[in-house]
């Protein structure tokens, strides 16, 4: 049982460049989220899926979209990455009406 | 809307002293609250949380918290700091919107302990 895995651990991009950051869970959770983490900002939600089929922005969705491939996956694409995306993400998953989220080790990206 | 603020960015201790680590909480109605630990280049991982039973909430490592409604506030303690619970602490408010239930943090609070 990995919990929330996601990958890649790390990434380098040039301005401009295009990447998705991937998301999977093994514990047959219905919701999955994305965050960033900046110094001093805690995490801000980005996209999150309520449920397979569904999703919707957060409190930080410029720039991002999201893709909820099935149950167990839910991806992060960036189109033209911008150096303020230099950040780290972390994916997350729980029950559709609980509240407590399960997270991933997090992607660190950074954006030249 | 609901929010949380940490009144303190960093707090340090010595080894076997006790640790206090404040937030107060905003919220339009009865909150669920949580308390979630990130060790350095870890992800994070949950202290403890309330919703709604007893207000004394007691969590993982011997932290515990007490939910204050008059005061709107939500206080991570320990009775004795360890070296090992060195780390960013963030306390954190569920926000249940339509479309499902997110979780909104604080900025964190840095805790350094020593020796």
């Known amino acids: 049982n990995a919990g929330v895995t996601q990958t890649p651990k790390f990434q380098v991009l040039k301005t401009g460049q295009s990447m998705t950051l991937q998301c999977a869970q093994d514990?047959?959770?219905?919701?999955m989220y994305w965050y960033r983490q900046d110094p001093g900002m805690g995490l801000r939600l980005i996209y999150y899926?309520?449920?397979?089929?569904?999703?919707d922005k957060g409190e930080v969705p410029n720039g991002y979209n999201v893709s909820r491939l099935n149950k167990r996956e839910f991806s992060l694409r960036l189109e033209s990455a911008a150096p303020s995306q230099t950040s780290v993400y972390f994916c997350?998953?729980?029950?559709?009406?609980?509240?407590?989220?399960?997270f991933g080790p997090g992607t660190r990206l950074l954006v030249l | 809307a609901q929010s949380v603020t940490q009144l303190d960015s960093h707090v340090s201790v010595s080894e076997g002293t006790p640790v206090l680590l404040r937030c107060n909480y905003s919220?339009?109605?009865?909150?669920?609250l949580f308390w979630y630990v990130q060790h350095p280049n870890k992800g994070l991982q949950l202290l403890l949380k309330?919703?709604?039973?007893?207000?004394l909430v007691k969590g993982i490592n011997g932290f515990e918290a007490e939910f204050k409604k008059s005061e709107t506030s939500f206080h991570l303690t320990k009775p004795s700091a360890h070296m090992s619970d060195a780390a960013e602490y963030f306390c954190?408010?569920?926000?249940?919107?339509?479309?499902?239930?997110?979780?909104?943090f604080g900025k964190g609070t840095t805790l350094s302990v020593s020796s």
């Open positions: 997350a998953s729980g029950w559709q009406g609980a509240e407590t989220q399960y």
């Open positions: 514990m047959n959770h219905n919701s």
């Open positions: 899926s309520a449920s397979e089929g569904t999703t």
């Open positions: 919220s339009s109605y009865s909150p669920s």
């Open positions: 309330y919703t709604s039973a007893a207000t």
């Open positions: 954190v408010v569920s926000d249940r919107g339509q479309a499902g239930t997110a979780l909104i």
